[in-house]
């Protein structure tokens, strides 16, 4: 009984590592998972750290579902892997070739009804689907950051949406 109480102690202790540091290794690749809105009469602020890779990621939604983003400043559209079309609920419009880091690639035109970033929310977005690019990450070009302003200070983006 005694010996068994240990094991079942070792495995629970074992699990319990593996989740806190599976959790805080999530956190360091993406530490914008819940970003902070600051809302005032005139504008919405979003604060973002960079994560270890030097990236900024920011858990967001597209259509009211659940969306991982990559700014990228180097991308004309938002950049939708095709494979999440269907969850996300956009439809495949007109084909188009592009030039991305891995060369060219058909993607096809479609438009988000609403994409969110905490506080943040654009309406009618231009967005590209490429069936070559691998979920989950999306990225966050210029379609959708044109749209709000954004400061880089050190480790931190703000991003802000000024209010009409």
């Not at 202790?13 to 914008?32: C, D, H, K, S, V």
């Not at 919405?44 to 920011?58: I, M, S, T």
């Not at 969850?87 to 084909?95: A, H, S, T």
């Not at 954004?150 to 931190?156: E, P, T």
Request: aromatic share 4%.
């Amino acid at each position: 009984m005694g010996r068994g109480m240990m094991v079942l102690a070792c495995a629970l202790g074992i699990g319990l590592l593996t989740w806190f540091f599976t959790a805080a290794q999530e956190r360091q690749r993406n530490p914008n998972q819940n970003p902070v809105t600051e809302s005032g009469e005139q504008s919405h602020k979003v604060e973002l750290d960079r994560n270890r890779a030097g990236h900024y990621l920011v858990t967001g939604t597209i259509n009211s579902k659940p969306a991982e983003f990559l700014l990228d400043t180097g991308a004309t559209d938002v950049v939708i892997p095709a494979a999440l079309a269907a969850d996300l609920r956009l439809n495949r419009g007109q084909p188009a070739r592009a030039m991305t880091a891995n060369g060219p690639v058909t993607v096809y035109a479609t438009r988000i009804d609403e994409l969110s970033i905490g506080g943040i929310s654009l309406y009618n977005v231009r967005a590209s689907l490429n069936p070559a690019m691998a979920p989950p990450q999306i990225l966050l070009g210029m379609s959708a950051l044109k749209q709000i302003e954004f400061i880089q200070r050190g480790d931190s983006l703000t991003l802000i949406q000024h209010l009409e």
